[in-house]
């Protein structure tokens, strides 16, 4: 038995979960005063985004100390109280791991930059200049170059994401002795696992290939020398033998642009990698010419198609890992739901969807009471460093006008998640005394904690009978998952399967009233309505039915 295949994580992000100092920012003491209301939510796993030292360039995932807590957030016994107290309550935490990069301002870049032939120069990426130009002509995460000249040595470093994040170079052996011990230094304080920030990075190519160049655009696309490279399993491998293989523990690897046959070989069980993986096919559902910032219109056929091939890609070998929403990512009621009169339903409808595949949920903060998307009104409300430097090059570089950029920001941007989280209807929602470092959402007084606890047909409720539902029946876990209706543009339904049983999910994605119908050869003899959206009266069928706008049901079929 694998229990990470039965839990269902909770993301904390914690600079805006809650604040128990009154600067503004939420901190460890802050999520140790909410266990109870998480034990309350039934969640198994607490996922805790960044909490390490950090000049906070990309709110902690920029860290500069692996084994020290951010002064914002604590002390380390602050820290040891939260594990504790989570342990007490029977709930596991599972840190972010990011050594994809570090900060520069981490002790070992310092040293690597001061000289040549410092013992930590290899430890990160340097390369001299090619006529007069960077080494390559990639494009960074966060806009402009991936390489940063510096002065003292008259070389440039590789940085995939911001210039205060150079990458360190994995082929180097005893960094990668280093990182295990860290490693091993919080799995023996009692941490209960590893979410791995863009782990599929950390392997490059060594040769450094010049990057596909995109018509009108300054740098090209280099991902291909970096996602997935030419060490990586061997990398994961050495690191699941010396470390991971030594606890029993939870492990998920953040691995944008991977297929489902690549997280087989991350996930496979004889593989000895990882548990599972973040994909982002599904989030990149409209994504444009400029990405995420230039939204196209998408079906929800392509959705449907998208979950499906990783629902069928890893049912004999491999894991998913389920979610509508991150720290990186649009409120999911926002953006695949109805964040207006269909707040609440349109919002259970979406949990019920994701809940009953196969997989391992993950619940981003605030999702469980339905927060939405913010649209701020001026640039600089905004915090986040990929926003502001993406609004810089494509407004000031003329490729999308203010207008399209700001809209694409409220539909898009990372913000829309990081606002705080709201306890209740005083002001700034309860999150903090003094000053919140973003924010907070204007709705507040409408969607809080206190009125979903107080509110017995609340999402918050929802999401508990969903994971409750999880630990009573062995299908939703391990059932099989069969689409039907494939062509359907408003409702995604589908079945699982397990030995006699079957569920049957059946959720509308649209403000309309479409017909359902229950395709044929589907049989059983009795069944029993496990959770609904919507009241529905005992002896309704449901083999023909119109459904009601944002509808979710699911049967169990006997
Ligand atoms: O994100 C990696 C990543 O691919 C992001 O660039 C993500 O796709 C993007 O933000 C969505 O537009 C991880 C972390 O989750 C993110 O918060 C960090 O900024 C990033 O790595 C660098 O550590
Ligand atoms: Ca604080």
Redesign the pocket.
């Known amino acids: 038995m694998a229990w990470w295949k039965e839990s269902v994580v909770y993301q904390i992000y914690p600079r805006s979960f809650k604040d128990s100092n009154g600067d503004g920012i939420g901190d460890l003491k802050g999520i140790t005063s909410k266990i109870e209301y998480l034990r309350k939510l039934g969640i198994d796993v607490i996922w805790l985004?960044p909490i390490y030292k950090s000049p906070n360039d990309?709110?902690g995932?920029?860290i500069s100390d692996y084994q020290t807590i951010m002064d914002e957030f604590g002390t380390m016994k602050d820290f040891d109280e939260l594990l504790e107290t989570a342990h007490q309550n029977g709930i596991k935490i599972m840190m972010d791991l990011?050594v994809?990069?570090s900060s520069d301002e981490h002790s070992w870049f310092v040293e690597s930059k001061s000289s040549k032939d410092n013992i930590k120069r290899d430890w990160y990426i340097w390369k001299p200049g090619k006529n007069g130009n960077e080494p390559t002509n990639w494009e960074a995460?966060f806009k402009g170059s991936t390489w940063e000249y510096d002065e003292t040595t008259g070389e440039y470093y590789l940085h995939l994401?911001s210039k205060k994040?150079p990458d360190l170079n994995w082929e180097n052996p005893s960094l990668r002795r280093e990182i295990y011990n860290m490693m091993t230094w919080w799995l023996d304080k009692g941490i209960d696992g590893f979410r791995m920030?863009?782990i599929n990075f950390i392997s490059k190519d060594t040769r450094y290939p010049e990057g596909e160049i995109i018509e009108g655009k300054k740098y090209g696309n280099g991902s291909k020398y970096y996602m997935n490279g030419p060490r990586i399993h061997e990398f994961l491998q050495e690191m699941n033998k010396e470390v991971l293989s030594k606890y029993d523990i939870i492990t998920v690897g953040?691995t944008?642009g991977v297929t489902p046959d690549e997280a087989k070989l991350y996930t496979g069980h004889n593989r000895n990698e990882l548990n599972m993986v973040f994909q982002?096919e599904h989030?990149g559902l409209g994504d444009g010419s400029e990405?995420?910032w230039s939204n196209q219109p998408w079906k929800l056929s392509d959705l449907k198609q998208t979950l499906t091939r990783w629902q069928k890609g890893l049912e004999d070998d491999g894991w998913n890992s389920l979610y509508w929403n991150?720290?990186?990512?649009p409120r999911v009621v926002s953006r695949f739901g109805n964040d207006q009169e269909y707040r609440v339903v349109s919002a259970k409808m979406l949990a019920t969807c994701l809940h009953m595949l196969q997989g391992t949920p993950y619940i981003y903060q605030g999702e469980e009471i339905g927060m939405t998307n913010v649209s701020f009104e001026s640039l600089d409300q905004y915090k986040d460093?990929?926003t502001l430097n993406a609004y810089n090059e494509l407004v000031s570089g003329h490729r999308l006008s203010k207008e399209e950029m700001m809209k694409a920001i409220h539909d898009?941007g990372?913000d829309n998640a990081r606002t705080p989280i709201h306890w209740d209807g005083t002001s700034n929602a309860g999150f903090t005394t003094g000053t919140p470092w973003i924010e907070v959402n204007p709705n507040y007084k409408e969607v809080n904690v206190e009125r979903s606890i107080k509110d017995k047909g609340s999402i918050f409720y929802f999401y508990q009978k969903l994971i409750r539902l999880r630990k009573e029946h062995e299908i939703i876990v391990y059932g099989r998952y069969d689409l039907i209706l494939e062509n359907d543009e408003q409702i995604y339904a589908y079945t699982r399967s397990l030995n006699e049983e079957k569920l049957l999910v059946i959720c509308n994605f649209s403000l309309e009233s479409p017909k359902f119908t229950l395709p044929e050869g589907i049989e059983y003899t009795s069944s029993k309505l496990l959770i609904s959206n919507y009241e529905v009266i005992d002896d309704e069928t449901f083999t023909d039915f119109v459904m009601k706008p944002y509808e979710a049901r699911v049967y169990k079929l006997i």
């Open positions: 985004s990309d709110n995932y920029d990011v994809n990069h995460s994401f994040q920030d863009v953040e944008p982002f989030m990405g995420k991150n720290h990186d990512q460093i990929e898009r990372r």
